[in-house]
């Protein structure tokens, strides 16, 4: 199956305003212990999910830097940022995770979720080997993403979620990117290192949405027969009128001080 495509910017105000990625950031960020004049980077910031809620914890004697690869998410992190008229100590730019364009030691603490998962095993690690350069020693660092081994939806059809779900992880270049956080983390000699898994329940409208795209995908490419989507499509119309409906995903939360 080809990667997948980064999903765009009202996917991902969605999934960060859902009270599930939003406990899962509280406890991340208690975990990432910001003062108030702390200068944060949020690496692979999206539109300004959490750098808007991240310069509210720092305040304007602080500053928070988002760095992301698409100019468009830059873009649309800035325009929020000067809505909510915090621009004065939140900017965003261009960049990359694995090259990051500031000097060591320029950030009291790090922060990059659901990122990892979009990058190689090897540029995973350059990603957190940059985000330890750019950390002061005692500044703390905190990478949060998704084990997508974990992915649990409740179907009538259970050997086709199976492979919808092997379809599904196989269009990420690092699925397990959560389950590995830890190790990296010590690896880059952190030390302090805190990791804590947390299931994300899932609506069924958002787990349907998600396995709804790989089936599209997989037909597409020939992975998955018309008939097996057409039998995928009626045991999910059922699952969505269910109230006791289950699904979820496992999301990890590493944390980390530079010595
Ligand atoms: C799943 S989104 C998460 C965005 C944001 N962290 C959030 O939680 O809302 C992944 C983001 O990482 C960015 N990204 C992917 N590869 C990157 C890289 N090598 N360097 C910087 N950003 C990257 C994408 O453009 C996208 O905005």
């Known amino acids: 199956m080809s990667k997948i495509q980064h999903v765009g910017a009202d996917y991902l105000w969605r999934a960060a305003t859902s009270p599930a990625v939003m406990a899962v950031r509280a406890r991340a960020w208690q975990?990432?212990?910001l003062l108030p004049g702390a200068r944060v980077l949020?690496?692979?910031?999206?539109p300004g999910t959490a750098t808007l809620a991240?310069?509210?914890r720092v305040g304007m004697f602080g500053a928070v830097i988002g760095l992301d690869s698409d100019p468009e998410m830059v873009a649309s992190a800035d325009a929020s940022a000067r809505a909510a008229g915090i621009a004065g100590w939140t900017r965003?730019?261009?960049?990359?995770?694995?090259?990051l364009p500031f000097p060591p030691a320029s950030f009291d603490a790090c922060y990059c979720e659901r990122v990892l998962q979009h990058l190689t095993p090897d540029h995973a690690v350059r990603a957190v080997a940059e985000a330890a350069r750019v950390t002061r020693p005692g500044g703390a660092i905190c990478f949060v993403d998704s084990d997508w081994a974990s992915f649990s939806v409740e179907t009538s059809e259970d050997a086709l979620e199976r492979?919808?779900?092997?379809?599904?992880?196989?269009q990420f270049h690092n699925p397990f990117a959560g389950r590995t956080l830890?190790?990296?983390?010590?690896?880059?000699?952190?030390?302090f290192v805190v990791t804590e898994p947390i299931a994300v329940p899932l609506t069924a409208a958002g787990a349907l949405e998600l396995?709804?795209?790989t089936a599209q995908r997989a037909v597409e490419q020939?992975?998955?027969?018309?008939?097996?989507?057409?039998?995928?499509?009626?045991?999910?119309?059922v699952r969505l009128a269910e109230p006791d409906y289950a699904a979820h995903l496992t999301m990890v939360i590493a944390v980390g001080r530079r010595l």
């Open 211 to 213: 396995l709804a795209r």
């Open 92 to 99: 965003h730019q261009q960049g990359t995770a694995t090259d």
């Open 163 to 170: 492979k919808l779900h092997s379809l599904h992880l196989a």
């Open 222 to 237: 020939k992975q998955l027969s018309d008939a097996e989507l057409t039998r995928w499509r009626a045991a999910a119309a």
């Open 182 to 191: 830890g190790r990296l983390l010590r690896e880059q000699g952190l030390g």
């Open 54 to 56: 991240l310069a509210a």
């Open 31 to 33: 975990l990432l212990g």
């Open 42 to 46: 949020d690496i692979g910031c999206g």
